[in-house]
């Protein structure tokens, strides 16, 4: 099974960096993501990494280490739209490829 | 075409009441999910299908039912809900299991009576 922990809530201020953390215990390892959720609205897809490393995409990058069953959400020049909940899921390598989320990180960006 | 699309977006039913959500995507996946979110919890898996055939089922109760008519198709039947049934119903696809991203619809609101 997995086990991720996020913390519960963070602040912000708008234009400055935010790092999200994410650390999992799991039986089996074939990648992590992040997903942003507004509320009420569906998740929709930020990153992906299956290799250790930093992975970049505009204002946003994804790290992970393997070894320390670690990853962190890092962004940048934040915006006030930017206030969401962000979600670490994990997936499975077993034959399903299940992929389990964790209870997410609402975060507030204020002026 | 790149979403997920879900009817309806607004369920009310009762405890005795049948009733089905619709999912459909026209992206050529061959993976499709079932999820459900309880207000400030994360999604849970439910069920996946995979090239239309059932290969994961979460230890879902009977009362839910999915059925899988073609590639681009998923429905869950519902009948005699309890209102801790009540949630957001997600459904979402992949290109396959293994892909990089899944694609989520925008998700039915259920309230069980």
């Known amino acids: 099974g997995q086990n991720i922990d996020q913390p519960t809530e963070m602040t912000a201020t708008e234009g400055a960096i935010v790092q999200i953390n994410c650390t999992y215990q799991?039986?089996?390892?074939?990648?992590l993501f992040w997903y942003q959720q507004h509320a009420g609205e569906a998740p929709t897809f930020l990153s992906y990494n299956v290799l250790d490393g930093l992975e970049e995409k505009g204002r946003f990058s994804s790290f992970l280490s393997r070894s320390k069953g670690y990853s962190y959400l890092l962004l940048k020049e934040l915006q006030m739209k930017d206030s969401a909940s962000y979600l670490c899921?994990?997936?499975?390598?077993?034959?399903?490829?299940?992929?389990?989320f964790g209870t997410g990180t609402k975060l507030q960006v204020i002026p | 075409d790149t979403e997920v699309t879900q009817t309806p977006k607004h369920l009310v039913m009762g405890m005795t009441n049948k009733k089905s959500l619709k999912c459909e995507q026209h992206?050529?996946?061959?993976?499709m999910y079932w999820y459900k979110q309880k207000a400030k919890k994360p999604p849970e898996l439910m069920f996946v299908y995979s090239y239309e055939k059932l290969s994961i089922n979460e230890s879902v109760p009977s009362r839910f039912s999915p059925e899988c008519p073609n590639s681009s198709l998923l429905n869950l039947h519902l009948h005699a809900l309890q209102p801790e049934d009540s949630a957001l119903y997600l459904c979402?696809?992949?290109?396959?299991?293994?892909?990089?991203?899944?694609?989520f619809g925008p998700g039915t609101r259920l309230t069980v009576l």
């Open positions: 799991t039986s089996g390892f074939n990648g």
């Open positions: 979402a696809s992949s290109q396959e299991t293994t892909a990089h991203e899944q694609f």
């Open positions: 992206m050529g996946h061959r993976a």
């Open positions: 899921a994990v997936r499975d390598s077993g034959g399903y490829q299940k992929v389990t």
